[in-house]
């Protein structure tokens, strides 16, 4: 059985662009739950036939808590049940495009605890074929809260390839498809707010990725296609906040509750009724999985009914207290990580100048220093295509270079920047 290891957390996972192109009709946990097969199984991927993971370590991984375990095996559940289209924007020429399942079987054994699958035969052949690969960062999609976001983020990356900066344009309908599934029948401009916009505040907001709606081609007073272009940023300080549309959101991809039903219901019922019956919903599910009796209980259709008539309690005016100090203590906390940021750039950039006038050789040592220890994952890839001339690797030099230092690091080249650092301070 493949087992996680915690130095391995940050590792890339390798996804084929037919599988990126895909029908996103998987909820977001779906979708990341199979990121996470693909990680995990990655030495043995086309060597066994079947495999078997640890619950634990896919739970670790979405970064989720034991009591969140029901609704992984649900979503886990939901790769081998759903069939999706796939490679809708026919990137890789030498594939056609098709339907199928993303697992074929997906089984638990509750008593040890692992999850055991296999994989069509043709993901299995995509993603041993070297010429079409993208590359996913795991715990960048942790942070992910909508399945628009999940499925852009990956499109983004798959039009990026070894560039710095791209442009890329689908039609309407395939833009649809993507991100929502066949099923979306929204007015562009309901699609445009409810849909991109909150993937896009998303994926600038929590990745390294900057992307733009920059262009809407229109037939007529139609849009019939659009345009983005996608920047990869050096850095980006994942934010605290999840966007407005994060009930929307939750009642589709979480509830089960349709579209336009959630729509409606956004823009009539005010948040904290929304909230609290999502709440109750889920108290009474669980309570419905305890009796067994799960298969009888329909959650998109009881959330509905528990918004629109408002079964739940209101919150006593002691739990409002809590939650408006909760709502005061996530804002003093994210100012508090703008202040470390800060800090952190004076730091790097007092490193910077020091590094800058030592002598070559000592230059010379910490960089193969960074060589030796410091290269990992796409740096890694990156460095042995470019070399030191890429400011992508020079970046991550001083990151690295910065963290050592501040850690105390001994040796040659860094006891020299440590002194020069103490004789600045005592001047200031």
């Known amino acids: 059985m493949t087992s996680l290891k915690n130095e391995e957390i940050n590792v890339i996972v390798k996804k084929h662009k037919a599988i990126i192109n895909c029908e996103n009709s998987l909820p977001l946990a779906s979708r990341k739950i199979f990121n996470i097969l693909l990680f995990l199984v990655k030495d043995r991927f086309g060597k066994d036939i079947e495999h078997q993971v640890s619950e634990s370590d896919v739970i670790a991984l979405l970064n989720k808590t034991d009591k969140d375990i029901t609704s992984a095996r649900i979503n886990y559940k939901k790769l081998a049940a759903t069939v999706i289209e796939y490679n809708i924007l026919n990137n890789d020429k030498d594939h056609l495009n098709g339907v199928g399942t993303m697992l074929a079987p997906a089984e638990i054994n509750t008593t040890k605890k692992t999850w055991n699958f296999s994989f069509p035969p043709n993901i299995v052949k995509w993603v041993q074929d070297p010429k079409s690969f993208v590359f996913l960062d795991i715990t960048t999609q942790e942070r992910f809260c909508s399945k628009y976001s999940q499925a852009l983020w990956e499109i983004c990356i798959g039009s990026l390839e070894d560039q710095l900066e791209s442009y890329f344009s689908v039609t309407l309908d395939e833009c649809r498809m993507l991100m ?171 490193v910077i100048s020091i590094f800058e006038a030592l002598d070559r050789n000592l230059q010379m040592t910490l960089k193969n220093e960074f060589e030796k220890n410091g290269l990992r994952g796409p740096v890694k890839k990156i460095f042995d295509q470019e070399g030191w001339s890429s400011e992508r690797i020079n970046s991550h030099f001083y990151i690295f270079l910065t963290a050592q230092v501040e850690q105390g690091r001994k040796g040659e080249g860094y006891d020299q920047i440590i002194k020069l650092l103490k004789m600045n301070d005592e001047l200031d």
């Open 180 to 350: 929502c599934g066949k099923d979306n029948h929204q007015t562009y401009k309901d699609f445009k707010r409810r849909v991109i916009s909150v993937a896009l505040n998303e994926i600038n907001e929590k990745s390294l990725l900057h992307v733009k709606l920059y262009k809407e081609v229109k037939e007529g007073r139609r849009v019939s296609e659009l345009v983005f272009v996608v920047t990869k940023q050096d850095y980006a300080e994942p934010s605290l906040f999840a966007s407005n549309d994060d009930l929307y959101i939750k009642m589709v991809d979480v509830f089960g509750i349709t579209a336009n039903v959630a729509r409606l219901m956004a823009e009539k019922y005010d948040d904290d009724r929304i909230s609290r019956n999502l709440e109750y919903t889920e108290q009474q599910y669980r309570k419905a999985i305890k009796n067994n009796k799960e298969s009888q209980f329909n959650l998109g259709a009881y959330a509905t009914s528990a918004i629109t008539k408002d079964y739940a309690p209101k919150h006593p005016q002691l739990l409002i207290n809590i939650i408006e100090e909760k709502a005061k203590k996530k804002e003093m906390e994210s100012n508090v990580i703008v202040l470390k940021k800060k800090a952190g750039e004076e730091a790097m950039n007092r």
